[in-house]
């Protein structure tokens, strides 16, 4: 093919993406294939001639789209949001059109200087303080990184070389395989398994501290651990605090864990990896009260800001602590600018880097700090409706307050109960939602995920899991014969006084108001 059938091919694939998000709700969320299923429908080796690109595109949809999960479909209440619009879809595209690879300023000037202003701009959106921002008087700064997994671990192991260097200066005699070994971490029990993945990648222990009631880590738990390692021989070193946990979007508590860090010289990471985007909105910037203790702070604009993935924002109190320990030179590296601006390769695991800047810049601009707050607030407003449903059911239950676009409720009852719901959606494939655990009981999550979600797309989830539900009870032999018990038991405790046909269709809950509004009226 030549460039011209390149370019054709390019235009016809835009208008399929526009295709495919307008008809999102016509397919099942959920694929129905095996695994291997792709192996076995296309050829075992890549083509000798050139194809007509008609026939990819075409192919796309007959074996591609069988085997995707639809992330970005209104009936995609799973895990968290995968972020999608136009204008970042037009960013990807320019950014692999441009194919720079902005490792340093020289690189690409362009792609280093719009990351900082479109960080800054974000930074002030979010109400950060100015420290934490590229244009700070001191050394702040904010840098995109691939995803919250990368951000908690560059801080790892920034926060690992910083105690290192400052416990060799202060002991000389001591080994520094010693320091690394006696070096620890911590983060709650409900923080995201990344995190402590990120431990084991830096060859550091990391401590998961138990939460409190409403699922939040607390100072008085944190300086226990610290002080009782110390004793110990250990070296607290790094925290991960949580503004938003996956199991059920808990907030730690950042006013009581930032001094003990700051009076023990611990690194306080803040992972805001969904949540944050909603401190966009002022009403929700208390939930991130304490911010100005950390030492960085991070969260994912591709999960809940419309940018799609990848775009993990990173902010450094001190960029210092991170590019002294990651700056590797070499002379095919140098340039006479350095000093001038960043060479963003000091502040990031890999050398190379995408334009990942211009899919934010757009966003910021062609929705604007005010459409990006009606987009949260809708999706909040969403999943509050989703709660009232829930409880207007008196077969379920709210694990938590919902909290922001996630709601984790259950079926009263054994944990059996939900396992089997969950199993019987997951099987139809016409909502995706997937289990958790708070209290040690099996919830349902439900998040508000996409941007295409409607009113009429969270009736439909409550009507597909209410139907399902019915089944999930029906053949439970154990609330069938409480079920068929009930008017017995009635009769019985009251001496015969109330009573209720068997044959009635109202569920237990309307049976209970009507017969304690009997039951008053005799008495």
């Keep these: 093919m030549d460039d011209k059938q390149f370019r054709e091919f390019g235009k016809a694939a835009i208008d399929f993406i526009a295709d495919y998000n307008e008809n999102l709700r ?65 960013g990807e595209i320019l950014s692999a059109g441009i194919g720079c690879v902005g490792f340093s300023w020289i690189a690409s000037p362009a792609c280093t200087e719009l990351e900082m202003v479109t960080m800054d701009w974000l930074g002030k959106l979010l109400g950060l303080p100015e420290e934490f921002l590229n244009s700070s008087p001191g050394y702040g700064g904010g840098v995109i990184q691939g995803s919250a997994s ?37 983060t709650s029990d409900q923080a995201n398994s990344s995190v402590e993945k990120s431990g084991r990648l830096g060859a550091m222990k990391m401590r998961l501290l138990p939460t409190d009631e409403k699922c939040s880590l607390r100072g008085s738990t944190f300086v226990q651990a610290v002080k009782k390692d110390i004793e110990a021989g250990f070296i607290p070193c790094y925290v991960v605090a949580t503004l938003g946990t996956t199991p059920t979007c808990a907030f730690d508590d ?45 969260f994912n604009p591709h999960k809940w800001l419309l940018v ?63 459409g990006l707050r009606r987009h949260i607030r809708h999706t909040v407003k969403l999943a509050k409706d989703f709660e ?73 989830a409550w009507n597909e899991i209410c139907s399902q539900a019915s089944e999930v009870l029906k053949a439970d032999p154990g609330v069938a014969e409480c079920d068929n018990n009930f008017n017995d038991i009635l009769t019985k405790k009251s001496g015969g006084i109330l009573s209720f046909s068997n044959d009635s269709e109202m569920n237990n809950q309307q049976k209970c108001t009507i017969l304690i509004k009997q039951f008053s009226e005799i008495s």
């Design 388 to 460: 009232k449903l829930v409880n207007s059911d008196h077969r379920f239950e709210m694990a938590t307050e919902a909290m922001m676009g996630l709601v984790c409720f259950r079926l009263k009852g054994g944990d059996h109960l939900t396992r089997q719901l969950i199993d019987k959606l997951m099987a139809r494939k016409k909502i995706y939602v997937i289990p958790g655990a708070c209290r040690e009981k099996v919830v349902i999550r439900f998040v508000v995920c996409s941007r295409f979600s409607t009113q009429d797309d969270i009736d439909y």
């Design 254 to 298: 950042l006013k009581e864990i930032g001094p003990i860090c700051k009076q023990h010289n611990i690194w306080l990471h803040v992972d805001a990896a969904y949540a944050g985007a909603a401190f966009v909105c002022p009403e929700y910037r208390y939930l991130m009260s304490g911010v100005e203790y950390a030492d960085s702070f991070n």
């Design 308 to 370: 799609n993935f990848d775009c993990s924002a990173l902010w450094l109190k001190d960029s210092r602590n991170l590019t002294e320990a990651f700056n590797i030179d070499r002379i095919y590296l140098a340039n006479n600018k350095q000093g001038a601006a960043h060479d963003y390769r000091h502040w990031q695991i890999p050398l190379g880097r995408r334009f990942r800047a211009l899919k934010l810049w757009f966003v910021l601009r062609l929705y604007g700090s005010e």
């Design 26 to 90: 016509d397919r099942d969320v959920l694929p129905s294939v095996e695994p291997g299923y792709l192996s076995k429908l296309i050829p075992k080796t890549a083509p000798e001639k050139p194809e007509s690109w008609k026939q990819v595109l075409e192919d796309v949809e007959k074996f591609i789209m069988p085997g995707v999960t639809h992330w970005n479909s209104p009936h995609f209440h799973a895990y968290y949001p995968t972020a999608n619009s136009y204008p970042a879809i037009v």
């Design 150 to 186: 990368e951000a908690a671990l560059v801080g790892l192991l920034a926060a690992r070389e910083i105690s290192v260097t400052r416990l060799k200066r202060a002991h000389p005699h001591w080994d520094e395989g010693m320091i690394r070994s006696k070096l620890i971490a911590y």
